[in-house]
């Protein structure tokens, strides 16, 4: 009897620490207002449970802008994890306050377990190293007809290399009507998630389930995201994927 109490007590009281980190990080008074005032539309405490981050992993949040996740999912790995606000060079190149907002954030003692890293996003980190790789917002500008063809394939590959086995990939983004693939990816800022699972899962992830958290019926797909009348409050698919373990 034992031996099957302990296992279940662990998975019990695993699921309690992440339920219980969320709130602490997203209640946590180091955050700055823009970012708290974003919670009703993004959802945090929804996105850390479904991702299952935990205390002590790595992770790399991919494209932070702003830095809005990689605040709180520093605060849920605490000292003895990593996040890692990865910039894409090319992007820095364009935009340097792309790459100093992540940098000034991380000079904060609050964040002293986030390293900011501009390179290429065909290097995630060392093969096998890192527990999570969360996106949220970008997928589609990564599938612009402006880069050149197969980028996407290649980041994808690259997230695959870096996660450890059992590792998870995040992908949230806005939604585009079905059927329309990238379409919209460039006009409306917008992909279809069948697409998504399609490229995602054909470089070797497994499609792992899907959170409801961020959907909005009475999008009805058409508007650009940045059109205030939905700004905000698009609907969204929020996917996670996880490496097999072999």
């Known amino acids: 009897m034992n031996r099957v109490l302990k296992p279940m007590a662990a998975i019990i009281g695993a699921a309690i620490c992440v339920a219980a980190a969320a709130p602490f990080a997203i209640n946590n008074s180091v955050r700055p207002p823009e970012d708290v005032a974003r919670d009703a539309s993004r959802n945090p405490s929804a996105m850390v449970a479904f991702a299952k981050i935990k205390a002590g992993q790595t992770v790399v949040d991919m494209l932070p802008g702003g830095g809005y996740f990689t605040r709180i999912f520093a605060q849920v790995v605490g000292p003895n994890g990593k996040v890692i606000a990865l910039v894409s060079d090319q992007m820095a190149a364009r935009r340097p306050e792309t790459a100093a907002v992540i940098q000034a ?142």
Not at 151 to 158: E, K, P, Q, V, Y
Not at 162 to 179: E, I, Q
């Open 105 to 246: 954030l991380a000079s904060e003692p609050a964040y002293a377990n986030v390293e900011p890293a501009v390179r290429s996003l065909g290097n995630i980190g060392a093969p096998n190293s890192i527990d999570m790789v969360w996106t949220a917002q970008n997928y589609h500008d990564l599938r612009s007809a402006k880069l050149p063809p197969n980028t996407i394939t290649g980041i994808n590959r690259a997230v695959f290399a870096a996660l450890k086995p059992g590792g998870t990939y995040v992908v949230v983004d806005h939604s585009a009507a079905k059927g329309s693939g990238a379409r919209d990816v460039d006009t409306l800022h917008r992909i279809d998630g069948a697409l998504v699972i399609a490229e995602v899962t054909s470089v070797g992830f497994e499609f792992a389930g899907e959170s409801s958290a961020l959907a909005n019926p009475a999008d009805d797909h058409s508007k650009i995201v940045f059109d205030p009348a939905i700004r905000g409050n698009t609907d969204q698919f929020v996917y996670r994927f996880v490496k097999p373990k072999m």
